[in-house]
């Protein structure tokens, strides 16, 4: 496994957009960072399942 910088990611949103103009109803995934950047991540026709798991590595 790479040393890789870990991200300092502060919220995880997801909103659900209504579109009127275009016709459009779809999810956009955010990354809310801790420095102040927002980032969408992807968009999506389907309602994502939020879901959170928790590794241990020994």
Avoid: C, Q, T, W
Avoid at 16 to 43: A, L, N, Q
Wanted: proline letters at 2%.
């Amino acid at each position: 496994m790479k040393n890789r910088k870990l991200e300092k990611i502060k919220e995880i949103r997801v909103e659900e957009v209504y579109d009127y103009d275009e016709k459009r109803h779809f999810y956009r995934v955010y990354f809310y960072y801790d420095d102040g950047r927002i980032e969408i991540m992807s968009e999506s026709s389907i309602k994502p399942i939020l879901a959170r798991y928790v590794s241990k590595l020994y």
